[in-house]
């Protein structure tokens, strides 16, 4: 056999589960649902273990990681997966499935060896519990974990790398829904016996020696938990192994039937269902199976739920609270105020906070001349193409139709959103010092959180409106009614309020006693936090859970929307009428994938990862360039809008 790879395919195409249309959508939403659970439950375990002191063990280390693999494991294969169930011609290209093999391995092995190392772990503790913290130090922890990473991509570059030398210079249709080992080396066109001993070795190898190791652990741990004279012991030590047993049954049960089998008994029909369990569905399992079958996960969530409704409720009962606005002179007062944060305390002296300083984005003279000019033509760009997107709609009678509602509905918001920050942020330019007040900080950061969260409502409402328009255009007049729209648009500005309100009430409740200076240049949720001298964990987990609902309930109704548009346009048989109702749409996924790319990137991140230097660009972009950009991509990339403004100025050229 030649060793130079003569291969001729640019381009793979997925055959997938059905040409079906209509079952294709079924699956798409299957899909989605499951992919969204995944996410929502492993980031929900990652936060969980993450705010929980009592959980600040190896034991939860290795959950949270096992749940952050899953997640970046079930991302390898379902994105892609749902793109190609809303599209209808299913192509990766060469070197994309290649990727997507060499990521699929990597995860697959590394979840094959934190399995084996978290069996382990349980091992120390039941079986050494007093060298436990010794033997299971942060550095074993981390050193472990850094092995089964690089295990998993040694592995992968060696089966990848010998995967790639193979010819494949016929048919390019995989019989499978994504790339995966077996299934690509049917379509080899070279001897591909060698690849196999490799897959059986490497897989092998791997299988037995995790297996192994999981199997010694739990011998071990069984004699001991036999040995134990309490039933409660008995009952605690296998209530800490469940979890894991299930967890182990389930992925090795899978692997091995896929992987560890001669290559003629191999069935791409049946493998494929097969493969969906262990790449789409556990994944999701994982978190629940942790959180339902553990007590200490149980706990901390019922700690987290508990602290939350009980804030709520002295809210709701109008319980006092008097916030410290008290900036603490030395480390004894901090503690002091870390501890009584939020309650009335009479025999303390108190300096209270009655403003606060921002840092702005630079304190160089010569730049802070160039940002003011350039965020004044900014901010003047923004006023002047929303203030024109407004007035061209209600001035052109064409244009009085449920889009046009919502996109000057949208252009109010901009402009309203743009100016809580821009103003502020050009008046700190001319001063020296640059301070607002304690209610003007509360103020700014209240109506922020209102129009940031009404623009991602908008945004949804914007794309069920063409999802009527374009898959039942006879239906459209009679469901996306004046009424409709008003309550539409209202219910979004009520969303938006309401989130405010809970942030602000949960913000304003915290004592600020260790500093004034917001490193920022507006009153953002994050740099606020980062100021208290008192615990701040119910403000993370509340801006966590409402950031990520507003973001995933808004976000699945947008890709639903636009999964039942593009079937709805491929339908159409028309190229001029696809392009139509293309342009339509174009603009909105635009303004949808700006908007949605930073919000996620500024508040669905874990706080350690927070840099408030780079959020202060990222803040820019969405503050103050996208309300810019939005008018300017409605009226460039739509038709009707640039029909209407020519419209609008052959009317003012012919009066002048």
């Avoid at 922890?141 to 790398?161: D, E, P």
């Amino acid at each position: 056999m030649a060793w130079e790879n003569w291969t001729t395919v640019t381009e793979f195409v997925f055959k997938g589960f059905t040409d079906r249309p209509n079952l294709q959508v079924t699956l798409f939403v299957v899909f989605l649902l499951v992919y969204v659970t995944t996410v929502v439950g492993n980031l929900g375990v990652i936060a969980v273990v993450w705010l929980d002191p009592q959980l600040q063990t190896p034991m939860y280390f290795f959950l949270s990681n096992l749940s952050f693999l899953d997640l970046c494991y079930s991302s390898v294969v379902t994105p892609k997966m749902l793109l190609t169930l809303s599209s209808e011609r299913k192509a990766i290209s060469f070197a994309g499935c290649f990727v997507q093999l060499h990521f699929h391995v990597v995860f697959v092995v590394v979840e094959s060896y934190l399995l084996a190392v978290m069996a382990y772990d349980r091992y120390v503790a039941i079986c050494n519990p007093l060298l436990y913290p010794i033997v299971m130090s942060q550095k074993v922890c981390v050193s472990l974990l850094a092995g089964s990473y690089v295990i998993g991509f040694l592995n992968s570059v060696m089966f990848t790398g010998f995967a790639l030398r193979v010819s494949f210079c016929g048919p390019n249709v995989i019989d499978h829904f994504f790339c995966d080992g077996p299934p690509l080396s049917k379509l080899a066109c070279s001897d591909t016996r060698l690849n196999q001993v490799l897959l059986l070795a490497f897989g092998g190898f791997n299988e037995v020696t995790t297996v192994s190791v999981i199997l010694i652990s739990y011998g071990c741990i069984l004699f001991t938990i036999l040995r134990m004279g309490s039933g409660l012991g008995k009952h605690k030590a296998f209530g800490t192994c469940a979890s894991h047993l299930v967890v182990v049954t389930i992925f090795y049960g899978t692997l091995l039937f896929m992987y560890l089998r001669p290559s003629s008994s191999y069935s791409l029909g049946r493998d494929k269902v097969v493969s969906v369990f262990y790449a789409v569905v556990t994944p999701m399992l994982n978190p629940f199976i942790y959180s339902l079958r553990n007590q200490e996960m149980k706990s901390a969530l019922k700690r987290a739920v508990g602290r939350i409704v009980i804030s709520l409720l002295k809210c709701a009962l109008a319980i006092p609270c008097v916030h410290l606005e008290t900036r603490c002179s030395s480390q004894s007062d901090a503690a002091v105020c870390a501890h009584q944060g939020g309650h009335q305390m009479a025999e303390q002296n108190h300096t209270s906070v009655t403003e606060f300083i921002l840092e702005g984005l630079s304190d160089q003279a010569e730049m802070k001349v160039a940002l003011f000019v350039l965020l004044l033509l900014v901010y003047a760009v923004t006023l002047l193409g929303n203030l024109g997107i407004i007035v061209v709609i209600r001035g052109d009678p064409r244009l009085h139709t449920s889009m046009y509602f919502f996109l000057g509905s949208l252009s109010i918001v901009d402009i309203c959103f743009s100016s809580v920050v821009a103003p502020r942020t050009l008046v700190n330019f001319l001063l020296e010092r640059k301070t607002i007040s304690f209610a003007g900080c509360m103020g700014q950061a209240f109506f922020y959180i209102i129009f940031v969260t009404t623009e991602c409502f908008l945004l949804a409402v914007m794309a069920y409106d063409r999802y009527v328009a374009i898959c039942n255009p006879l239906l459209y007049s009679s469901v996306m009614t004046r009424r409709l729209c008003m309550w539409l648009v209202v219910g979004s500005y009520i969303g938006g309020v309401l989130n405010a309100i809970i942030q602000m009430t949960f913000i304003i409740r915290l004592p600020f006693c260790s500093s004034n200076v917001i490193n920022h240049f507006f009153c953002d949720v994050p740099p606020l936090l980062a100021l208290s001298c008192a615990s701040t964990y119910i403000n993370e987990m509340i801006l966590f859970s409402l950031a990520g609902i507003i973001e995933l309930s808004t976000i699945c109704t947008i890709l639903v929307s636009y999964v039942f548009i593009s079937f709805a346009i491929l339908r159409i048989r028309s190229a001029e009428g696809r392009q139509k109702a293309f342009s339509t749409c174009a603009s909105h996924l635009t303004a949808v994938t700006m908007l949605y790319g930073t919000t996620i990137f500024m508040y669905l991140r874990p706080r350690s990862s927070y840099s408030l230097n780079t959020d202060k660009v990222v803040s820019v972009f969405y503050t103050v360039v996208i309300p810019m950009l939005n008018p300017l991509i409605y009226s460039l990339r739509n038709q009707e809008v640039k029909d209407a403004l020519r419209r609008t100025a052959e009317r003012i050229t012919v009066r002048l």
